[in-house]
Nanobody, 123 residues
Framework: QVQLVESGGGLVQAGGSLRLSCAAS????????MGWFRQAPGKEHEFLAA????????YYADSVKGRFAISRDNAKNTVYLTMNSLKPGDTAVYYC????????????????WGRGTQVTVSS
């Protein structure tokens, strides 16, 4: 079992930055591929980024490539999402997720999910 808890969301002005954290319980954290998703009101979960267990491979959606960066610290059982040049369109609830198999862009193929953290970008 893995429990995930996101933090770091909040209200930020357009052009600003935030760093989200996702703390995981369980000693097997380093075995999991970790992903970040978001869901805006009335929309489906959108894949943002994923990172391999070692951190050596990262994957990004085109919509955030160059603005967002995913990283992980296995010693702290934590994965991060650093978000720069935020836009009002980035407003959503942000979720982290864990998956044992190869990375996927499909939120529902992950094994564990956090409850999310709200990010609101004002214009």
């Amino acid at each position: 079992q893995v429990q995930l808890v996101e933090s770091g969301g909040g209200l930020v002005q357009a052009g600003g930055s935030l760093r989200l954290s996702c703390a995981a319980s369980g000693r097997t954290f380093r075995s999991y591929i970790m992903g970040w998703f978001r869901q805006a009101p009335g929309k489906e979960h959108e894949f943002l980024a994923a990172i391999s267990w070692s951190g050596s491979n990262t994957y990004y959606a085109d919509s955030v490539k160059g603005r967002f960066a995913i990283s992980r610290d296995n010693a702290k059982n934590t994965v991060y999402l650093t978000m720069n040049s935020l836009k009002p369109g980035d407003t959503a609830v942000y979720y982290c997720a864990a998956r044992l198999e190869d990375y996927s862009k499909n939120y529902y193929l992950y094994d564990y999910w956090g409850r999310g953290t709200q990010v609101t970008v004002s214009s």
